[in-house]
């Protein structure tokens, strides 16, 4: 079984400073991919970043990075230098061989001014 | 068109009815996703298309649900005689191929659906 862990179920940061959101992961599956979605209040879920299991380097867009600790089940993301229009919910998400994804509960962020 | 469209965008009906949830992917996406979101939740995987090939049904929680998808384009879930735990948001995504590992899921707003 596949199952996806969001410890966080809120966060909150100042404008311009970062932030670290956790996830965990549990999985039998030697292929896998990792993702981060952000779902702002519009409700559409964006793809920030995405990390092969394979490869051990860590996954990075432009502000958003991710550490990836393979033995540990570990997928975290950081956020730099926040803007207020990084406020949303957050879903760490699990792709393994089967066509579909396992989203964690989510992680929501308010980013304040 | 630029994005997966979905509609209605909110739906409100009885208890017992039938409901239909539509979902117009991404010109040339050959694989379609649908989901279901229920208040402070996840996203649940409820049925995949890919092209011609049979849909992967495995995620639909009960027989009340189906799903189509004409012409290799636009997607149809119906629920039929709702009940109040279907109350959610049914989101809708495409990919220009099947496998989540291969291209990036895109989702549409979804459609808030809401049982009296």
């Known amino acids: ?113 | 068109g630029a994005g997966v469209s979905q509609s209605p965008s909110n739906k409100v009906t009885e208890k017992g009815k039938d409901v239909e949830l539509r979902c117009d992917p991404i010109s040339g996406h050959t694989a379609l996703y649908w989901y279901r979101q229920s208040l402070g939740q996840g996203l649940e995987f409820l049925i995949y298309f890919q092209g011609n090939s049979a849909p992967d049904k495995s995620g639909l929680p009960s027989d009340r649900f189906s799903a189509e998808r004409t012409g290799g384009s636009v997607s149809t879930l119906t629920i039929q005689r709702t009940q109040q735990e279907d109350s959610a948001v049914y989101l809708c995504a495409s990919s220009s191929r099947g496998g989540y590992s291969n291209q990036p899921q895109h989702f549409g707003d979804g459609t808030r659906l809401s049982i009296l």
């Open chain 1, 1 to 113: 079984a596949q199952t996806v862990t969001q410890s966080q179920p809120e966060m909150s940061v100042q404008e311009a400073e970062t932030v670290t959101l956790s996830c965990t992961y549990d999985t039998s599956e030697n292929n896998y991919y990792l993702f981060w979605y952000k779902q702002p209040p519009s409700r559409q879920m964006i793809l920030v970043i995405r990390q092969e299991a394979y490869k051990q380097q860590n996954a990075t867009e432009n502000r958003f990075s991710v550490n990836f600790q393979k033995a540990a089940k570990s997928f975290s993301l950081k956020i730099s230098d926040s803007q207020l229009g990084d406020t949303a919910m957050y879903f760490c998400t699990l792709g393994t061989g089967a066509n579909n994804l396992f989203f964690g509960t989510g992680t929501r962020l308010t980013v304040i001014p």
